[in-house]
């Protein structure tokens, strides 16, 4: 089973910017679509966004669009998430997950989870 394992959170001012990565552990993450959710203690885990397998096709949730770029490297087994424009909204403990089900952005059709990072965003 592929492992996700996710790096690049931490802490960071309004208008700032930070890239999340996310690292597989086999090839077989190249057939997945990729997804990225984050979820707030006390809330539901929320979609950002994900990319199909072959990284041409993409899609936001409305709150991100414009801000987020997520892009994939499938000769290097990572997916990564560019986040500008942060707002403290944007705080929230970031996963990395795989799907075999082609541009879904429904949390229960991603079967492999990454551990999380945080990401926090002050005013």
């Known amino acids: 089973q592929v492992q996700l394992v996710e790096s690049g959170g931490g802490l960071v001012q309004a208008g700032g910017s930070l890239r999340l990565s996310c690292a597989a552990s086999?090839?077989?993450?190249?057939?997945?679509?990729m997804g990225w959710f984050r979820q707030v203690p006390g809330k539901e885990r929320e979609f950002v966004a994900y990319i199909s397998s072959t990284g041409l096709n993409t899609h936001y949730a409305d709150s991100v669009k414009g801000r987020f770029t997520i892009s994939r490297d499938n000769a290097k087994n990572t997916v990564s998430l560019q986040m500008n424009s942060l707002k403290p909204e944007d705080t929230a403990n970031y996963y990395c997950?795989?799907?075999?089900?082609?541009?879904?952005?429904?949390?229960?059709?991603?079967?492999?989870w990454g551990q999380g990072t945080q990401v926090t965003v002050s005013s």
């Open positions: 086999e090839r077989a993450f190249n057939s997945a679509t």
């Open positions: 997950a795989a799907s075999q089900i082609r541009g879904s952005y429904l949390s229960r059709y991603y079967d492999t």
